[in-house]
């Protein structure tokens, strides 16, 4: 479901039940007599029309034979002709040329036997042409009104509110297509083309570019996104705004796709159907989270993301006094206060737009909101991507973290709490490097407080991947689906953990309620799943064949990869919470150097040292540090 639906906005549009209407008024027999009917009353009525509705005694014998005739052979030439082989229902301008063609023959052939046989009674010329423009005229009224009257008896009660994005060759053909299934109401369209911008296609607006998605999802209450063709520019950008807004994307390839064998796809897939194959949960807040986050300022950073806003979003269902939204990203922020709004939420909401590694603002926003609880969620996640950006990983997962925390100290904020990832276990990426410092340096300052120096309690909370999420497998795999594949994955033995946003933060926000010092906690992510598996499984949801319809490549992994998580190393001390899907796994205390080490590697940061010197550093931290090549050298040994 559409994010909407899960707030509780009525998005739906609600029709009115229809009374059913008997099925012999529809029959091919009825439909026979009312031309009949039609067809004498044309005549007539070309009649009035010629006379000025004064038709002359000595016409009178001529109309009377002449209605015979055509009531009787009006009908008689669509039957002849397979003219009632077209559905009345589904009537459109096809089959009207379609009617203009069938009933022009019977007129030729009045006009020709008025001209050679005169011992008939006389009909004017006028009036056979007129009677052909009215019979026309009354015929395709009968047909467009069995049409309307199909469509409101069988209109759904329910049909989700969508947009349809395309271009010119393709937006025509998918309205007309939605709209004879009747499984949503299209509330406007999205063109790459801006010469359609304001233009109305089969009356359905244009209401902007692509790029215009996101404001549009929250003022039209969007539950679903259409992609009209799968050869849109556009289209991965689409998919991942929807994802970012929980709304379900459906790819409706053209005809011209499926004949030019850019797609082979059967069946449409949205993450909503995917999201269902995991693990269900209650989605009700727990007493213990209403408890710990009634009444409290609540500080979110990385607010902009896909956990940070959906941790904006259910902390906005909570009783929290006010909540102090941060991310680096402006339009991030302004769309979550978009959605906020939508909302109608009453509490306060505060955004604040700058950066975690900025000391001057982090001590401001603890100083100024006084927040009690703060949720860390900033952070750079890319794997391969850090693995060429050492010094920004470094600085903003690490130096941004220490500035955070200790604004937090100095400002006696009650709990901090720092998401942190599986691959922070044994890491062999420079990102999972770099929150495993994190996670210690959390336990560092933990351990400050056990030793009386400041109050504030520290955990850090650890998962794996989690669906539809901005860069997640999802929607890359649904983009190579529809354009024919194939899907590419980097190793066939890859396991990850998934789990869907709003599951991963509602256990986030379990954990938060625990009494911790510096303890990592862990959710429950279920069994791990091949990478390759799930893929597959993708593709069935999408009425596909594996390897046949969409092929499965292996291209390789990528820098910094692994082929599998851990949750937690197989030393470590892990004990059941409350929470029945939330774990404890016990802090190792950090070494008597970390400190030192910690300030060497950010003043290596600071100045852009190489790569290769801030991985050196990373090696002598003891978080078991491991590029991805010692990683599989260390599996094939094992092996």
Not at 18 to 41: E, L, N
């Amino acid at each position: 479901m559409g994010y909407f639906h899960r707030i509780g906005v009525q998005s739906r549009e609600q029709t009115k039940p229809h009374t059913r209407i008997p099925k012999w008024v529809f029959h091919r027999y009825v439909q026979v007599f009312a031309d009949a009917v039609t067809a004498a009353f044309a005549l007539v009525y070309a009649y009035a029309l010629r006379f000025d509705f004064h038709v002359p005694a000595d016409m009178h014998r001529g109309l009377w034979t002449w209605l015979c005739v055509v009531a009787i052979l009006r009908p008689l030439t669509l039957v002849l002709m397979h003219g009632y082989n077209a559905t009345w229902r589904f009537f459109d301008l096809r089959d009207s040329l379609s009617l203009i063609l069938r009933s022009l023959p019977l007129t030729v052939a009045l006009l020709l036997v008025r001209t050679f046989l005169h011992n008939l009674p006389v009909i004017p010329y006028s009036v056979l042409i007129l009677e052909f423009g009215i019979f026309l005229t009354f015929a395709g009224m009968l047909r467009v009104t069995r049409r309307l009257t199909h469509e409101l008896v069988h209109a759904p009660t329910q049909r989700a509110r969508a947009l349809v994005v395309g271009n010119e060759a393709t937006l025509a053909a998918t309205v007309r297509h939605v709209r004879s299934c009747k499984e949503a109401h299209i509330i406007g369209l999205l063109s790459e083309d801006e010469r359609l911008l304001g233009i109305h296609i089969l009356g359905v607006p244009v209401l902007g570019l692509p790029a215009s998605l996101s404001s549009l999802l929250m003022i039209y209450q969007i539950e679903l996104v259409i992609l009209s063709g799968a050869n849109l520019e556009c289209a991965a950008q689409v998919i991942q705004d929807a994802t970012d807004f929980d709304i379900q994307v459906k790819i409706l390839p053209s005809v011209g796709d499926f004949l030019q064998g850019r797609v082979h796809v059967s069946r449409v897939v949205g993450i909503d159907q995917i999201a269902r194959t995991r693990t269900e949960m209650n989605n009700e807040p727990h007493p213990a989270v209403k408890e710990c986050f009634g009444a409290q300022t609540v500080l979110v950073t990385g607010a902009g993301g896909s956990i940070g806003s959906e941790l904006t979003r259910q902390l906005a269902d909570l009783n929290v006094r006010r909540l102090v939204v941060l991310d680096h990203d402006e339009n991030s922020i302004f769309e979550l206060m978009n959605q906020l709004e939508a909302k109608k939420v009453a509490k306060e909401i505060i955004p604040v737009v700058g950066n975690i590694r900025d000391r001057d603002l982090m001590q401001s926003v603890f100083e100024k909101y006084s927040p009690k609880i703060a949720l860390h969620a900033a952070a750079y996640k890319h794997v391969p991507v850090m693995e060429e950006n050492c010094c920004e990983a470094v600085l903003n997962n690490v130096c941004g973290t220490r500035e955070l925390v200790d604004a937090a100290i100095r400002s006696c904020c009650e709990r901090v709490v720092m998401i942190s990832t599986d691959k922070a276990v044994r890491p062999s990426s420079v990102m999972g490097a770099t929150k495993r410092v994190a996670e210690m340096l959390i336990q560092q300052r933990a351990t400050e407080a056990a030793r009386g120096r400041h109050e504030t309690q520290f955990a850090c909370v650890r998962f794996g991947n989690v669906l539809g999420s901005r860069g997640s497998v999802i929607p890359i795999f649904l983009r190579q689906i529809a354009a024919g594949g194939p899907i590419t994955i980097t190793h066939a033995e890859m396991t990850r953990y998934f789990m869907t946003i709003p599951q991963a933060v509602q256990l986030v926000l379990q954990a938060a309620t625990l009494a911790f010092s510096g303890d990592i906690f862990m959710l429950d992510m279920g069994d791990p799943v091949r990478i390759i598996d799930f893929a597959k499984q993708i593709v069935r949801l999408a009425g596909l064949a594996p390897g046949k319809d969409i092929e499965i490549k292996v291209v390789g992994m990528r820098p910094g990869e692994k082929l599998h998580e851990q949750l937690w190393r197989e030393d470590a001390q892990v004990t059941s919470t409350e929470f029945p899907h939330v774990f404890q796994v016990r802090a190792i205390a950090a070494p008597a150097n970390f400190l030192h080490l910690l300030d060497e590697l950010e003043r290596t940061a600071r100045v852009h040292e190489s790569d290769k010197a801030i991985q050196t550093l990373l090696h002598k931290l003891p978080i078991d540090y491991r590029t991805e090549r010692e990683e599989v050298e260390t599996i094939a040994a094992v092996s």
